[in-house]
């Protein structure tokens, strides 16, 4: 079975623009999460996404948002990029939003580089 | 709110070596623990979990992990290093319900020939 999916791999835009990075969960997994890797740091939580709806947000600003499919494939949006949002962005899916219990699986994450 | 500190930042080894890594977590309740991996090139894959029962977790590749609650510690450890176990490795925490990951800075080994 295919993994977690994402789109672009890479990505390079200037201050001030807009992204949209795209996620493909594991074929029957219904939730997906998207997370941000800075160079040298654990990845942060950014939003949960089951069922086309926001059940879960972390402490970023409101340039960025997402949503998610009826396929439960995702887009994470950042608006007015700013260099600190140079990052991996990795998306991770899970069968369900049961909490504890789940395992979260990840992709291998789009490398977004602002100048 | 939840936190997960991951006190080696980088670990030199030679191959044969033994490994242990710290993990340490800041959450009164039920917790699930998770060690991810990260070769160069490649994404965060599971190493192992805990959800419950037995605290020591057996993973992939040799890797296994305690889970000692009195102390909030979930540390890695494996006897024998070898030079592809060369990889940045996460300590996460999931402490409520939706599944957020709480991740530790992470730990960049390296395993010397």
């Known amino acids: 079975d295919a993994g977690v999916t994402q789109s672009p791999t890479h990505l390079i835009k200037t201050r001030g623009q807009q992204v949209t990075l795209r996620c493909s969960p594991i074929s029957g997994h219904k939730s997906v999460s998207w997370y941000q890797q800075v160079l040298g740091q654990g990845p942060q939580f950014i939003f949960q996404y089951y069922e086309k709806e926001e059940r879960g947000r972390g402490n970023f600003p409101d340039r960025f948002s997402a949503r998610q499919f009826p396929n439960y494939s995702s887009e994470l949006n950042v608006n007015a990029l700013l260099l600190g949002d140079s990052a991996l962005y990795l998306c991770?899916?899970?069968?369900?939003?049961?909490?504890?219990?789940?395992?979260?699986?990840f992709g291998p994450g789009t490398r977004l580089l602002v100048l | 709110a939840q936190s997960v500190s991951q006190h080696n930042h980088h670990v030199i080894l030679s191959e044969a070596a033994s490994l242990e890594l710290g993990c340490n977590y800041s959450y009164g309740g039920t917790v699930n623990l998770f060690w991810y991996v990260q070769y160069p090139g490649q994404h965060l894959q599971l190493l192992l979990k805990?959800?419950?029962?037995?605290?020591l977790v057996k993973g992939i590749k040799g890797f296994e992990a305690e889970f000692i609650k009195s102390k909030f510690s979930f540390n890695l450890r494996k006897p024998s290093v070898q030079w592809s176990d060369t990889a940045e490795y996460f300590c996460a925490v999931n402490a409520w319900a939706g599944n957020m990951l709480t991740f530790g800075g992470g730990t960049r080994l390296m395993v010397k020939p």
């Open positions: 805990y959800f419950s029962g037995d605290p």
């Open positions: 991770a899916s899970s069968t369900t939003l049961r909490g504890l219990g789940e395992t979260q699986y």
